[in-house]
T-cell receptor
Framework: KAGVTQTPRYLIKTRGQQVTLSCSPISGHRSVSWYQQTPGQGLQFLFE???????NKGNFPGRFSGRQFSNSRSEMNVSTLELGDSALYLC?????????????FGPGTRLTVL | AQSVTQLDSQVPVFEEAPVELRCNYS??????LFWYVQYPNQGLQLLLK??????LVESINGFEAEFNKSQTSFHLRKPSVHISDTAEYFCAVTPNRGDAGNMLTFGGGTRLMVKP
């Protein structure tokens, strides 16, 4: 089974621009979560989508948004980029069975904001 | 809400020595617990998890962790480390309610540095 894939792997943007990151979950997984990883703040939960609905949301400003498509693929968007948005953005998928709760992570998209 | 504290940001250890990476958590509800490992320039890989049952859980590569509810801890141990174990290790929790979704709360990470 193919793992979680994220595209692109690397991105360089300038302040004020917007960016869209994509995540394809493991086949059959309906839950997709996004995390931001920075040296200063560590790993922080952004949001989770399940069956095209946002189920959970972390404490991030409204500039961060996401969506999930009917095939479970997910995108996250960051508008009006700030320098502090430079980070590794990780996507994780899960089958969310009652006895699993294991999340499988992709390799991440490294975003650099100049 | 949940919080996770990894008491050591870096742990240097010689090859073949034992190691313990400490993790404590705080939560108003019961949680599931996880250890993830991250190698340079890669995503996170699940090392082991505690969902229920035996409080001692083991991974296939020699790591083990013990859930201690009274001390709210989930320390990770390995009796003999290898150079290849050099990585960053993250402890994480999520509420064990079915409607809680998959929101993981992570600790700050512990960088394990295995020296020859």
């Amino acid at each position: 089974k193919a793992g979680v894939t994220q595209t692109p792997r690397y991105l360089i943007k300038t302040r004020g621009q917007q960016v869209t990151l994509s995540c394809s979950p493991i086949s059959g997984h309906r839950s997709v979560s996004w995390y931001q990883q920075t040296p200063g703040q560590g790993l922080q939960f952004l949001f989770e989508y399940f069956s095209e609905t946002q189920r959970n949301k972390g404490n991030f400003p409204g500039r961060f948004s996401g969506r999930q498509f009917s095939n479970s693929r997910s995108e996250m968007n960051v508008s009006t980029l700030e320098l502090g948005d430079s980070a590794l953005y990780l996507c994780a998928s899960s089958s969310f069975g009652p006895s699993t709760r294991e999340q499988f992570f992709g390799p991440g998209t490294r975003l650099t904001v100049l | 809400a949940q919080s996770v504290t990894q008491l050591d940001s870096q742990v240097p250890v010689f090859e073949e020595a034992p190691v313990e990476l400490r993790c404590n958590y705080s939560s108003s509800v019961s949680v599931y617990l996880f250890w993830y490992v991250q190698y340079p320039n890669q995503g996170l890989q699940l090392l082991l998890k505690y969902l229920s049952g035996s409080t001692l859980v083991e991974s296939i590569n020699g790591f083990e962790a013990e859930f201690n509810k009274s001390q709210t801890s989930f320390h990770l141990r390995k009796p003999s480390v290898h150079i290849s174990d050099t990585a960053e290790y993250f402890c994480a929790v999520t509420p064990n309610r079915g409607d809680a979704g998959n929101m993981l709360t992570f600790g700050g990470g512990t960088r394990l540095m295995v020296k020859p």
